[in-house]
T-cell receptor, first 110, second 114 residues
Framework: DAKTTQPPSMDCAEGRAANLPCNHS???????VYWYRQIHSQGPQYIIH???NNETNEMASLIITEDRKSSTLILPHATLRDTAVYYC???????????FGAGTRLTVKP | NAGVMQNPRHLVRRRGQEARLRCSPM?????VYWYRQLPEEGLKFMVY????????ESGMPKERFSAEFPKEGPSILRIQQVVRGDSAAYFC????????????FGAGSRLTVL
C-alpha cells in the first residue's frame, strides 16, 4: 500500500539539473513530503522536506504542486556523487515512522 | 557531535546463533527506528521506539526478533536463532521528536548468516 509512486530509474548528465518526480495523490492535509537518498550501500541521507510551499536548501529544491498530489525534487547541478537511489516519502500517521518505497535510481553520467 | 552510531558494522553468525545489533542515537534524540534492507531491495520499516517504550512494531517479524531502547544505553535489535534469510543490512535512525522531523541514519550493520 505504497503512498508514493516514483519512476524506477533516471539518467542525468553531469552539470545539468536532475528533476525527480513523485506522485502522492492520496496525501492527507497534515502529511509532509520528505526526500532521502541512499548512496550505494550507505545509510540513507536526508535531503529536504515540505508541506505545501516550495522549499530550497543547500542540497536541493522541492516543488510541490498546488493540489499537493505530486512533487519534484530538483538537484540544480548534478555531479557524479549524486548517483544514488532517491526516496520520496509521505509521513505516515502520528508516530513519525517513515515508510520507504522502491525509490528512483538516479545515475549521473559524465 | 557524533551522528547515529551502529555496531558492529559487520557481523557473521551461523544458523541458530543469536545476533545483537546496537544503536546509539544522536545526542538529544529520544526516538529510535530500525529498518532492514535485504540485498538489492528497499528499506523496510521494522520498529519505532522511544526510551523504554515500543511505539510501533508493526514491521517486526512475529518470531525471533525483538527490540529495546532502555533508559540508559543504546537501542538493541536482537535476532534469535538466525536463519540465512536474516542476512541483510540493518539501519538505525534517530530523531528528536515526533512531528515534522528528520531522521538521521547510521551507517548500518551488515549481518551475514552462514
Amino acid at each position: 500500500d505504497a503512498k508514493t509512486t516514483q519512476p524506477p530509474s533516471m539518467d542525468c548528465a553531469e552539470g545539468r539539473a536532475a528533476n525527480l518526480p513523485c506522485n502522492h495523490s492520496t496525501i492527507s492535509g497534515n502529511e509532509y513530503v520528505y526526500w532521502y537518498r541512499q548512496i550505494h550501500s550507505q545509510g540513507p541521507q536526508y535531503i529536504i522536506h515540505g508541506l505545501k510551499n516550495n522549499e530550497t536548501n543547500e542540497m536541493a529544491s522541492l516543488i510541490i504542486t498546488e493540489d499537493r498530489k505530486s512533487s519534484t525534487l530538483i538537484l540544480p547541478h548534478a555531479t557524479l556523487r549524486d548517483t544514488a537511489v532517491y526516496y520520496c516519502i509521505v509521513r505516515v500517521g502520528d508516530n513519525n515512522d517513515m515508510r520507504f518505497g522502491a525509490g528512483t535510481r538516479l545515475t549521473v553520467k559524465p | 557531535n557524533a551522528g547515529v552510531m551502529q555496531n558492529p558494522r559487520h557481523l557473521v553468525r551461523r544458523r541458530g546463533q543469536e545476533a545483537r545489533l546496537r544503536c546509539s542515537p544522536m545526542k538529544g534524540h529520544s526516538h529510535v527506528y530500525w529498518y532492514r534492507q535485504l540485498p538489492e531491495e528497499g528499506l523496510k520499516f521494522m520498529v519505532y521506539l522511544q526510551k523504554e517504550n515500543i511505539i510501533d512494531e508493526s514491521g517486526m517479524p512475529k518470531e525471533r526478533f525483538s527490540a529495546e531502547f532502555p533508559k540508559e544505553g543504546p537501542s538493541i535489535l536482537r535476532i534469535q536463532q538466525v536463519v540465512r534469510g536474516d542476512s541483510a543490512a540493518y539501519f538505525c535512525a534517530s530523531s528528536r521528536r515526533v512531528g515534522a522531523n528528520v531522521l538521521t541514519f547510521g551507517a548500518g550493520s551488515r549481518l551475514t548468516v552462514l
